[in-house]
């Protein structure tokens, strides 16, 4: 589920951290990586069970809608189809979803009136709307409604990211990742196949665990040398004047390069050069790009990585 890019913005997190002395020792810092990652698999799942909330939460209004005093004709017959929602019953009956909602012990009750408010903003929507009174009533329109709610409700409710973010401060960055996960995952289902609701590993990848690992702690290791390197690169710039993000940037990417053999040394340039854009300062990806081009030129000529395959140097 997490990519690389992800798990390298995990890695430069717990790094800024470590350097400024909020996370002790290097197993504390492993400790928190993984807790981070564990996180934003379980952020999937939460944001997934909404589904199920939304769908409640719309059968409740239904019902009392309909046995108010002065109920309206449309008030007394409620439109089905977005309670009955095929995507919706597909998740919930799940064995995998259901198993992993209560082994967390995942839950919105704590926030009703978010829940609300998505079904007002819901309700409210000429997406909505024309997804209830279509006269086709099939499984690419059910698909098609949830995919607007998690590919446009949900990314665009300034709500839920509040709360979210309230909830969890490892959710911060993540929400708009995992929201599009949902997305892949729910446009993979096919009508009639149970099959293919599949859900995603935390992992992408099987090596991508020991890559996490190795990153983080080969750079928390050798950090020392790193900023040596960084100085001898730096011109007419006093390294204590660069940016403390951009110092953890520079060192990552360093220990990316010499540490993996097997991945390109032009992916790791450009991956760092976009988080510092990213996350940095607006002159941040110019300046790494600059400093990181001199150094790798400097870790060449010192022959101080070595890389396997094809097309990796």
Not at 6 to 35: D, M, P, T
Not at 160 to 171: G, P, Q, T
């Amino acid at each position: 589920m997490l990519n690389r890019r992800v798990l390298r913005i995990k890695v430069l997190q717990i790094i800024y951290a470590s350097l400024k002395k909020e996370i002790g020792s290097l197993q504390k810092a492993e400790n928190e990586l993984f807790f981070s990652i564990q996180k934003t698999y379980d952020l999937y799942w939460y944001l997934l069970l909404l589904t199920e909330e939304i769908t409640a939460y719309a059968a409740k209004i239904a019902d009392i809608r309909k046995n108010k005093k002065f109920a309206t004709e449309k008030e007394k017959n409620p439109n089905p189809k977005f309670i009955n929602n095929r995507i919706t019953k597909l998740i919930a009956e799940n064995e995998t979803f259901r198993n992993k909602i209560n082994e967390k012990k995942l839950s919105w009750d704590k926030h009703p009136e978010l829940i609300k408010k998505i079904y007002r903003i819901l309700e409210e929507s000429e997406v909505f709307n024309k997804y209830l009174y279509e006269k086709d009533d099939n499984f690419r329109n059910d698909k098609r409604i949830i995919k607007f709610i998690f590919s446009e409700l949900l990314f665009n409710c300034k709500e839920l990211y509040a709360s979210l973010e309230e909830d969890s401060i490892f959710w911060t960055n993540d929400i708009d990742y995992v929201l599009l996960k949902i997305t892949y995952t729910i446009d993979n289902i096919k009508n009639n196949r149970p099959e293919t609701l599949i859900f995603p590993e935390i992992f992408k990848k099987e090596d991508d665990k020991e890559f996490v690992k190795t990153l983080l702690r080969n750079t928390l290791v050798n950090k020392n040398e790193y900023l040596e390197i960084i100085e001898k690169n730096v011109v007419n710039w006093d390294i204590e004047r660069i940016a403390d993000f951009d110092k953890v940037v520079l060192i990552t990417a360093i220990s990316e390069i010499i540490k993996f053999p097997s991945i390109p040394v032009k992916v790791s340039f450009n991956e760092y050069i976009e988080l510092a854009k990213m996350f940095g300062t607006p002159k941040s990806g110019s300046f790494i790009n600059g400093i990181l081009d001199k150094i790798i030129k400097y870790l060449t000529e010192k022959e101080m990585f070595i890389k396997t395959g094809r097309g990796l140097a």
